[in-house]
């Protein structure tokens, strides 16, 4: 190890090391020398899991391919022919593999649709899904995800998923207690799921406590709701994922073309097939820049939305999480020194995936010398002090303020543990730092304060040496 003095390495993560973790770390200053030593590291090209350090490969790779301003685009076409308001044929949403798609872009695009002229629909409402979608699930949280899930972050990926493929279900408190709570889906309209409340309603200041599930049966899916709300509680918006994304988008979209007054005859139908080449366009609506999409993917490691990103990055049609893992594995192959990786997901939420801290850091610096790339990549890392994510509130002042950064977490089917960022030095200079911990079967339960907490002392070392 080098140093600029004592203690100022990674000895006291290592110590995780004799109870039995894997680690790969490295620390090195930007601007200086190419064959300058690092700070510090241990094993620093051993290949472990990163888990949600995978996002910011993805960041890197969509903000080279795609450019911080671009825009996923969705739209609603149709071949038929639209004559005194009535569109006489299929109307077709297209998705554009927006990652952020929600009910309020959905309501726009209807609101398009009326200043269009279409008052009616001769047909079918058509969510189509061509580009990807449904995609294949490669972990046993998603695949576990297809009949039951008790989380968002399982949900099923489309291009033409809405509000991260997940229904959305708000529960209030009735008048009086003892009374069931009342639960309504939070787009407002009747949506085609079953709602099984069993939440009552407690006296006032008794406490909220809500659990939730979805389980889809051979009816559809069915949102089961158990717990108390007190009379005096503010409403809850509960999420779970769907059985299927392009589901609730039919839903939704449906919904809000009712509300709206149009009336759509034939209902509405799934498919995978590329739209008519007649199709024209009827409405269209464009999600947030690239660099709005990375903040939240990245600040709240946004699973739904990273896989759809990473999918997007696959050029034929129907892509799956291996081809898009193969497309973010060109993208860092292409970085000089970089080293071997195996990218099975843009998420991190597949446990197959392998880096190292050293690959990590390649790619960190690839991107700091990115002049026009940059600010919007490390806009996407947390400040400990003002991160989103509590649990890295932590640390001496100098770790607080002078750090940027990029978590991963995993306990299944082993405990992860991963950080990766940029520091600035007491002197004003530059730095890239990895840290990857891994256990296995036979090594204990890893909480972050196990790692945050050494590391926080390590980097100030290191912030305070240079």
Known sequence: MASGSLWADFSRVGELQSKGFAISAEARLLNVDAGAAPLASIEPTRQLSPASVTKAYLAAAALKRFGPQHRFTSQLVSPGVLENGVLRGNLIFEGGGDPGLSAENIWRLVQRLQQAGVREVEGALVVNQWRFGPVECITTDRCDAQTRVANTYSAPLSSAGV?????????????????????????????????????????????????????????????????????NAHARDVYRGAGDA????????????????????????LTSMRPPGDAQQLAAVDSKPLQELLLRIMNYSNNYMADVLALNLVDSPQAQLREAGQALERYAQSLPGHGP????????????????AHGINVMLTEMFHESALFPSFIAAFQSPANGVMRFIRRGPETFQHNVMLKTGTLNQPFAVRAAAGYFRTAQGRWGVFSVLVNGDASTPYLNWSQVLDPLTKDLDAMILAN
């Not at 509300?259 to 139908?269: E, F, H, K, L, S």
């Not at 990786?341 to 190292?356: D, P, V």
Request: aromatic share 4%; with cysteine.
């Open 246 to 269: 392009a589901e609730v988008t039919a839903e939704v979209l449906l919904g809000m073309l009712r509300q709206a007054g149009i009336n759509v005859r034939d209902g509405w139908q």
């Open 163 to 231: 509000n991260f493929g997940s229904w959305c279900a708000n529960v209030r408190p009735a008048s009086v207690p003892n009374a069931p709570a009342r639960i309504s889906m939070c787009d407002g309209q009747a949506l085609d799921l079953t709602i099984d409340n069993r939440v009552v309603t407690k006296p006032d200041n008794s406490g909220t406590k809500l659990n939730a599930e979805r389980i889809t049966t051979a009816e559809g899916d069915v949102m089961r709701l158990s717990g108390q709300i007190s009379t």
């Open 341 to 356: 990786l195996t990218l099975y997901s843009g998420s991190g939420l597949t446990t197959e995936n392998r880096t190292s």
